[in-house]
């Protein structure tokens, strides 16, 4: 499908080092699993205000089954700002972010 970074929710299935420049309110991040390809040590890593968050799923490890929804930051009310978002790497799946 390709990336849509100008809808909300924000939708990210490929590698985008910078999907936005400047400060956004951000309501909620989640990794997805639409294909159901997220499996045992997929990754999706992100850059957020400087920081590099690792989401890394085990469910064999932990025995779990996550569903649609692998990993998400999130809800807040309102929304936080954060600065120079990007998705560095993505193993399967793919990002919805929602914003004010």
């Known amino acids: 499908m390709g990336n849509n970074l100008a809808a909300n929710p924000i939708f ?7 999907l936005w420049s400047g400060t ?3 309501r909620l991040i989640q990794w ?13 890593v992100f850059l957020i ?3 590099t968050l690792t989401a890394k799923i085990q ?18 009310n309102p929304g936080i700002p954060m600065a120079d978002v990007g998705v560095t790497i993505t193993s399967a799946g793919h990002v919805h972010i929602w914003v004010d």
């Open 12 to 18: 990210v299935d490929t590698t985008d080092a910078t």
């Open 24 to 26: 956004k309110n951000v």
């Open 32 to 44: 997805i699993d639409d294909n159901a390809d997220i499996v045992h040590d997929s990754s999706v």
């Open 49 to 51: 205000n400087g920081v």
């Open 59 to 76: 469910p064999v490890n932990d025995q779990l089954g996550f569903g649609a929804v692998a990993w998400q930051i999130g809800p807040f």
